[in-house]
């Protein structure tokens, strides 16, 4: 079965830090781009970065200089670094990929726009 696992998020209070996994079954992430999108209460799915196969990365403006996306060594995992957080960064966080396209917002629901999805983890940072 062709999945992807989430791990890590929680809480932490502003400043602090946090790392997400994303972990493949039945392939890895040199054969894919992929993306974190993140979902606050009463907002859009929206892009926080997109990862492709060949290591091209973008951020989102808010979350550049904070939060670094990288691949571990067994290619079958992503990582999403990320650093100072804000009370603004309270979402749910999603992996996705084989995505038809890889959009700024993902509209009102972010798991379906096609391809493959984490089943999302939330972060929650305190002021």
């Known amino acids: 079965e062709v999945r992807l696992e989430q791990s890590g998020g929680g809480s932490v209070q502003a400043g602090g830090s946090l790392r997400l996994s994303c972990t493949a079954s039945?392939?890895?992430?040199?054969?894919?781009?992929m993306a974190w999108y993140r979902q606050a209460p009463g907002s859009e799915c929206e892009l926080v970065s997109r990862?492709?196969?060949?290591?091209?990365?973008i951020y989102t403006d808010s979350v550049k200089d904070r939060f670094t996306v990288s691949r571990g060594h067994a290619k079958n995992t992503v990582y999403l670094q990320m650093n100072n957080l804000k009370p603004e960064d309270t979402a749910v966080y999603y992996c996705?990929?084989?995505?038809?396209?890889?959009?700024?917002?993902?509209?009102?629901?972010?798991?379906?726009?096609?391809?493959?999805w984490g089943q999302g983890t939330q972060v929650t940072v305190s002021s």
């Open positions: 996705a990929a084989y995505l038809p396209e890889i959009l700024p917002s993902m509209g009102r629901v972010c798991d379906q726009s096609g391809g493959y």
């Open positions: 039945r392939f890895t992430f040199d054969d894919t781009d």
């Open positions: 990862f492709d196969s060949d290591g091209y990365t």
